[in-house]
Each structure stands twice: as C-alpha cells, then as structure tokens.
C-alpha cells in the first residue's frame, strides 16, 4: 500500500466515526471544473494585481475598470463550469450523515449545483448583483448586460455580492462558522491556501476544540505542518473520490 492510500485510509476512519464533519473548500476545489485559483501556477493573479482591482477601493473608484477587467471573466468562467468529483464527495459525506456543513470561500456556486443542503458562501456568491446603493439585489443570469456596469432600477450601479479585499465578512456567516469549527470532530480542509483571514483561522479554531485535521491538497500549505494531522497530498476530485469510497465501505 502507497503511503497516499494509507493516509487516505485513516481519514476515511475519521470521517466515518464523525457525528459533526464540517469541510472548509477553497478555489483548489474547483480547479478540475475549469476554474483557476487565485494564487499558484496558473492563477488569476499571475494576470492581474489584485490589489489594483480586486480592492473594494478600486471598485469604488472605477467601477467600469473592474467590471472589465475582473467581474466579467470570473463571469464568463462559472457560466460553463459544472461541478467535480470533489464537490459531489462532499455532497456524499453529507448525505451519509457525516458531514454537516460545507463553508466555502469560492463565489462559484458548485457546492449548491453538486447538490449539498448546507453550503455558507463565506465570500458571497458571483452568481447574485446587488446594487451599490440600494438593498435590491439580482440574479446575474436576469439582467442583460449591454451596459457595463449595468444599473439597479434606481440607477446606481450594480455589484456582484461577493466580498473584495478591504471588506468585512458578514458577521452572522462568521459566527456560525467559528460555532461549526468549534463543535466539529473532523474538519476537511480541501483545495484551499489558507493565507486569506479570517477563513484561514478556522481549522485553527476545529484544532483547538479537538477535532482532527485533514487537508486535502496537491501542495502543503500553511497548515500543513502545524494544524493538519493527515494531509493527503493530491487533486481535490482525484482524493475525495477514493476517500467516499472508502468511507462507504466502513459505513
Ligand atoms: P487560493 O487561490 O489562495 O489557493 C488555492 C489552493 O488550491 C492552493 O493551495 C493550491 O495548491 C490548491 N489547489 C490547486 N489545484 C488543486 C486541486 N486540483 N485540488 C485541490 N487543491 C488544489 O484560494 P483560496 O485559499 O480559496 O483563497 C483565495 C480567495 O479566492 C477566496 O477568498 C475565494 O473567494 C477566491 N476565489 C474563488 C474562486 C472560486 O469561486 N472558484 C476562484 C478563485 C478565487
Ligand atoms: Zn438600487
């Protein structure tokens, strides 16, 4: 047996004894839909800065230029993206009744088009424009975009609702979070960098509380050697995959 496969064997015992799992997801997920992380080979950020248009500063600033330059790719990208086998693992943990909630970092919706019940968008979804004014807030796919940025009904410009550097997270989301990490006896921590607070301080939170660890990534990361106590070393859909497997099998 490799070591990949008996690590993968001690998780799939973790999980399958959990009564609270909770997974904490990143972009890595949703690098095998098509869509690329942010930082890494082949990230966003490679392409562009992200203070200079991923700042709630240089929205308010430009609003046209972020638009252009940052919402309407990220737009284009989730419209053909279809879910993975990472995603439809949690999915299947979920209804095994081993894993409660899914909280994400990632605005692309694929937890929910997977099918998992208790997704927390903890930086909002791309998928809904609310206005830059007003409370109204829109599906994307309902409002034409002709105009760039187009406008809410009372005329100011429209947003996508996700959270932008320099901005607060909702603090209902951050306290149901920090609870669910806090009561958690295993926490899956997959495809995420865990360098963007306060998201990153929650595995940190599930450590401490007792619960156990495990990363699922194809590089070590932050947590890796301080926080984590299995790291399965590999693609998110290829690794989950064989952990549901595994964890069917001991149900
Ligand atoms: P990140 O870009 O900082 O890190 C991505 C991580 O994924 C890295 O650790 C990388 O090693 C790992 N990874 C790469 N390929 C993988 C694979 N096949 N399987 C598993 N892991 C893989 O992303 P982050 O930690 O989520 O934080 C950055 C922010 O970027 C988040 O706040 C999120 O809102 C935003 N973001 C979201 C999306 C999305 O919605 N899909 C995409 C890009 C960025
Ligand atoms: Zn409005």
């Given at each position: 047996m490799t070591h990949l496969s008996s690590l993968i064997d001690q998780a799939a015992t973790a999980c399958a004894q959990a009564k609270r799992g909770v997974a904490l997801t990143?972009?890595?997920?949703?690098?095998?839909?098509?869509?690329?992380?942010?930082?890494?080979?082949?990230?966003?950020?490679?392409?562009?800065?992200?203070?200079?248009?991923?700042?709630?500063?240089?929205?308010?600033?430009?609003p046209e230029e972020v638009w252009r330059m940052l919402f309407m790719g990220i737009g284009e990208l989730l419209r053909h993206a279809a879910p993975n086998a990472g995603h439809t693992g949690l999915r299947r943990l979920e209804e095994l009744g081993l894993?409660?909630?899914?909280?994400?970092?990632?605005?692309?919706?694929?937890?929910?088009?997977?099918?998992?019940?208790?997704?927390?968008?903890?930086?909002?979804?791309?998928?809904?424009?609310?206005?830059?004014?007003?409370?109204?807030?829109?599906?994307?796919?309902?409002?034409?975009?002709?105009?760039?940025?187009?406008?809410?009904?009372?005329?100011?410009?429209?947003?996508?609702?996700?959270?932008?550097?320099?901005?607060?997270?909702d603090v209902g989301l951050l306290?149901?979070?920090?609870?669910?990490?806090?009561?958690?006896?295993?926490?899956?921590?997959?495809?995420?960098?865990?360098t963007v607070q306060p998201a990153a301080y929650l595995p940190v939170i599930a450590k401490r509380n007792g619960a156990c660890i495990i990363e699922i990534n194809p590089e070590p990361t932050e947590l890796t050697h301080h926080i984590s106590d299995i790291t399965l070393l590999g693609p998110a859909g290829k690794v989950m995959d064989e952990l549901v497997a595994r964890v069917a099998k001991l149900r």
């Open positions: 990143g972009a890595g997920i949703s690098v095998e839909s098509g869509i690329p992380p942010f930082r890494g080979k082949g990230g966003l950020w490679e392409k562009i800065d992200p203070m200079k248009y991923a700042h709630i500063d240089a929205l308010e600033a430009d894993l409660q909630t899914v909280i994400t970092q990632n605005v692309d919706g694929l937890h929910q088009k997977a099918g998992s019940q208790d997704v927390i968008e903890f930086h909002g979804s791309h998928a809904v424009l609310r206005c830059m004014r007003c409370p109204q807030r829109y599906d994307w796919q309902a409002v034409p975009l002709t105009m760039i940025p187009p406008l809410c009904a009372c005329g100011a410009y429209l947003r996508p609702d996700v959270i932008m550097f320099g901005e607060p997270i306290q149901r979070s920090q609870m669910l990490a806090a009561q958690c006896e295993v926490m899956l921590v997959v495809g995420t960098s865990a």
